[in-house]
C-alpha cells in the first residue's frame, strides 16, 4: 500500500488531454514540492516535473504540474503513442522519508 | 554529460550475500547525494535510502532500514547496495540515482539504467 494515492489507470485518445492525480497528507504533500516520473516500457524512469511545476531541461510543455493542498495533478496535452508510460508521483514525508504514490499506467487509445 | 551506470543482472540463491554498483560522472560525485530505489515486478517505486558519499552520511527508508547496507567508495565515484543474506522477496529492479536536495524539496533527477536482482532457490 503506497503513502501516496494514485489512480491504477488512465486513458485516453491521441491528441487528447489526460491527468493524472497524487493524493496525500498534511505530512507529505501538504507539506513539501512533488515530484513526477515517466518510466516507460522497459526503461528507467525518468523526471518529469520537479517542485510541482518546473520541468527540467528537454521535456517538452505538453507536460505540466499543479499542486493545491494534499493533492497533485500531472497534466499531458496532445497525447502520442510514446507517451504509454507509467507515471509516478513522489515527495517528502516527515516520518517516513521519501514516499511514492503506486504509479499510473497511461493507455493512448 | 551526467550519468549513474550500474553493475549488471544478478541471479542468486536465497541466502546468499550480494553488492551492486552505481558509478557517478559528469558531475562532484562526493558532494550530491546518491539515492536507491526498489521496484519490485508489478508494483510501485519505494525509496531505499540515501548516501552523502563526501562523508558517507546515510539515511534509510524505515522499510528498509537493517536490511540492506548503502555505502559509498569517492575515490572511485562509485555507490554501493548490499545485502547479506538475500531472500526471495529482494526480487526487483534496483535504480541508483543522483538525490538532489536530500530531504524536504528534493527529487531524483539522474537515473542509471537499473540492475535486476533475482533470488531464486
Known amino acids: 500500500q503506497s503513502v501516496l494515492t494514485q489512480p491504477p489507470s488512465v486513458s485516453a485518445a491521441p491528441g487528447q488531454k489526460v491527468t493524472i492525480s497524487c493524493s496525500g497528507s498534511s505530512s507529505n504533500v501538504g507539506a513539501d514540492f512533488v515530484s513526477w516520473y515517466q518510466q516507460l516500457p522497459g526503461a528507467a524512469p525518468k523526471l518529469l516535473i520537479y517542485?510541482?511545476?518546473k520541468r527540467p531541461s528537454g521535456i517538452p510543455d505538453r507536460f505540466s504540474g499543479s499542486k493545491s493542498g494534499t493533492s497533485a495533478t500531472l497534466g499531458i496535452t496532445g497525447l502520442q503513442p510514446g507517451d504509454e508510460a507509467d507515471y509516478f508521483c513522489?515527495?517528502?514525508?516527515?516520518?517516513?522519508?521519501?514516499?511514492f504514490g503506486g504509479g499510473t499506467k497511461l493507455t493512448v487509445l | 554529460e551526467v550519468q549513474a551506470v550500474q553493475s549488471g543482472a544478478e541471479v542468486k540463491k536465497p541466502g546468499e550475500s550480494l553488492k551492486i554498483s552505481c558509478e557517478g560522472s559528469g558531475y562532484s560525485f562526493s558532494t550530491n547525494w546518491i539515492a536507491w530505489v526498489r521496484r519490485m515486478p508489478g508494483k510501485g517505486l519505494e525509496w531505499v535510502g540515501t548516501i552523502y558519499p563526501s562523508d558517507s552520511d546515510t539515511r534509510y527508508s524505515p522499510s528498509f532500514q537493517g536490511r540492506v547496507t548503502i555505502s559509498a567508495d569517492k575515490s572511485i565515484n562509485t555507490a554501493y547496495l548490499q545485502w547479506s543474506s538475500l531472500k526471495v522477496s529482494d526480487t526487483a529492479m534496483y535504480y541508483c540515482m543522483r538525490h538532489f536536495n536530500y530531504g524536504s524539496g528534493g527529487h531524483f533527477d539522474y537515473w542509471g539504467q537499473g540492475t535486476p536482482v533475482t533470488v531464486s532457490s
Open positions: 513522489g515527495t517528502w514525508d516527515r516520518s517516513l522519508g521519501v514516499v
Open positions: 517542485e510541482n511545476n
